[in-house]
């Protein structure tokens, strides 16, 4: 793949993780060398997809943990990418300042250190969230937000009282690497920490690499759905929420309607269209900066009438929409206009393509009868 015919060498951090499994298996896929990082490589309950992987290219799994400074070197040592998609989980912080906010702040920082050190390591891609674009007050009218958007960080944390909690849309769906019981559940949220922690964290890699001259590119997904080579376990809050309306499964449901009321809209995103966006991104030399990766902006209510289209052979639970909460149309629109603009292009643009994945999920998972 490059010079001499050494392999390209990619790390992605936090490898047993949902979106990282996704990434690992096309990165191998393409002819990457790959090495990725979890807090306990022998914890099989977590990792055995990762061994699976290992037949599908050369795939190192190595020891590391966010918050110990120097952790990331081996892994970081000699690679061509690093994939940042590895996040602090804490569903249930009573101290989100101490408990989210700075180890999210620190864990960057210390792989941006194991890069600046490594001295081969061509760019870094930071998954970040839609988290940090849509938490700020909104007014009115039907509002377009992109890469400029930044979510409010002083009017969050100055309104904790009520605004502290938000929709916890990008980080069930992306980042989780175990499931937990939802704090405030009656509307599926978690602490609002969440959002700032992603902010902040983006910008402070931004600024170290700008200080040591590292080539550094954001991703902010939207909500994530689609098959996975990781435990089913790590992708049942989004495939279940994205299924409530067949299954009626009225906690999963308020999860969702939970992301329209904290969103504006219903924004969807396939995790192989978010994984090749990340590749994209960090083989296009001309890629800088952030870029949101969103296929569809849609509603509650738009997909309940999709899928009664789509799939007559379940009935609709359209009770659940009367709970209240919901849209009739989005007011906000996540764009991905600078992303198709410099040539990326999505595979799956549509609901119908989107939920044929999805529904073969619920299929195999049982949520779904065949």
Same mark, same amino acid.
Request: charged share 20%; hydrophobic share 40%.
């Given at each position: 793949?490059?010079?001499?015919?050494?392999?390209?060498?990619?790390?992605?951090?936090?490898?047993?993780?949902?979106?990282?499994?996704?990434?690992?298996?096309?990165?191998?896929?393409?002819?990457?060398?790959?090495?990725?990082?979890?807090?306990?490589?022998?914890?099989?309950?977590?990792?055995?997809?990762?061994?699976? #992987?290992?037949?599908?290219?050369?795939?190192?799994?190595?020891?590391?943990?966010?918050?110990?400074?120097?952790?990331?070197?081996?892994?970081?040592?000699?690679?061509?990418?690093?994939?940042?998609?590895?996040?602090?989980?804490?569903?249930?912080?009573?101290?989100?300042?101490?408990? #989210?906010?700075?180890?999210?702040?620190?864990?960057?920082?210390?792989?941006?250190?194991?890069?600046?050190?490594?001295?081969?390591?061509?760019?870094?891609?930071?998954?970040?969230?839609?988290?940090?674009?849509?938490?700020?007050?909104?007014?009115?009218?039907?509002?377009?937000?992109?890469e400029k958007s930044w979510t409010d960080v002083e009017y969050?944390?100055?309104?904790?009282? !009520?605004?502290?909690?938000?929709?916890?849309?990008?980080?069930?769906?992306?980042?989780?690497?175990?499931?937990?019981?939802?704090?405030?559940?009656?509307?599926?949220?978690?602490?609002?920490?969440?959002?700032?922690?992603?902010?902040?964290?983006?910008?402070?890699?931004?600024?170290?690499?700008?200080?040591?001259?590292?080539?550094?590119?954001?991703?902010?997904?939207?909500?994530?759905?689609?098959?996975a080579p990781a435990p089913a376990t790590k992708m049942d809050?989004?495939?279940?929420?994205?299924?409530?309306?067949?299954?009626?499964?009225?906690?999963?449901?308020?999860?969702?309607?939970?992301?329209?009321?904290?969103?504006?809209?219903?924004? #969807?995103?396939?995790?192989?269209?978010?994984?090749?966006?990340?590749?994209?991104?960090?083989?296009?030399?001309?890629?800088?900066?952030?870029?949101?990766?969103?296929?569809?902006?849609?509603?509650?209510?738009?997909?309940?009438?999709?899928?009664?289209?789509?799939?007559?052979?379940?009935?609709?639970?359209?009770?659940?929409?009367? !709970?209240?909460?919901?849209?009739?149309?989005?007011?906000?629109? #996540?764009?991905?206009?600078?992303?198709?603009?410099?040539?990326?292009?999505?595979?799956?643009?549509?609901?119908?393509?989107?939920?044929?994945?999805?529904?073969?999920?619920?299929?195999?998972?049982?949520?779904?009868?065949?």
């Amino acid at each position: 793949m490059s010079g001499g015919g050494r392999k390209k060498t990619a790390c992605v951090t936090g490898g047993n993780g949902y979106i990282a499994s996704v990434l690992i298996k096309m990165l191998l896929e393409k002819g990457y060398a790959v090495k990725t990082t979890v807090r306990n490589p022998d914890d099989m309950a977590k990792n055995s997809h990762l061994k699976d #992987l290992q037949a599908v290219g050369p795939l190192t799994v190595l020891r590391a943990d966010l918050l110990e400074e120097g952790s990331f070197d081996e892994a970081v040592a000699g690679s061509d990418y690093v994939f940042q998609v590895a996040a602090p989980v804490n569903l249930h912080s009573k101290n989100p300042e101490k408990e #989210l906010i700075e180890p999210a702040v620190r864990g960057i920082l210390n792989v941006m250190r194991s890069c600046a050190k490594a001295g081969t390591v061509k760019r870094v891609i930071l998954t970040s969230s839609s988290a940090a674009v849509t938490g700020r007050p909104l007014q009115g009218g039907v509002h377009v937000l992109d890469e400029k958007s930044w979510t409010d960080v002083e009017y969050l944390t100055a309104n904790k009282s !009520s605004h502290w909690v938000i929709v916890t849309h990008n980080y069930i769906v992306t980042h989780l690497n175990v499931l937990s019981p939802f704090a405030d559940d009656e509307h599926g949220t978690m602490p609002q920490g969440y959002g700032v922690s992603k902010v902040l964290a983006e910008k402070e890699a931004c600024r170290f690499a700008e200080e040591h001259g590292i080539s550094l590119v954001s991703v902010c997904p939207v909500v994530t759905v689609g098959a996975a080579p990781a435990p089913a376990t790590k992708m049942d809050t989004s495939l279940h929420a994205s299924l409530s309306l067949l299954s009626g499964d009225q906690a999963a449901f308020r999860v969702l309607r939970g992301i329209e009321m904290g969103t504006g809209c219903m924004p #969807l995103v396939h995790a192989a269209d978010l994984c090749r966006a990340q590749m994209f991104v960090a083989e296009e030399d001309a890629a800088a900066g952030r870029y949101i990766c969103c296929s569809v902006n849609t509603t509650i209510v738009e997909i309940a009438r999709f899928l009664a289209d789509k799939y007559p052979q379940y009935t609709v639970k359209t009770n659940l929409l009367s !709970s209240g909460g919901v849209l009739e149309k989005p007011r906000v629109s #996540l764009s991905s206009a600078r992303l198709l603009s410099e040539g990326f292009k999505f595979k799956y643009e549509t609901l119908d393509e989107i939920y044929d994945d999805v529904v073969e999920q619920g299929k195999a998972q049982g949520i779904l009868p065949n």
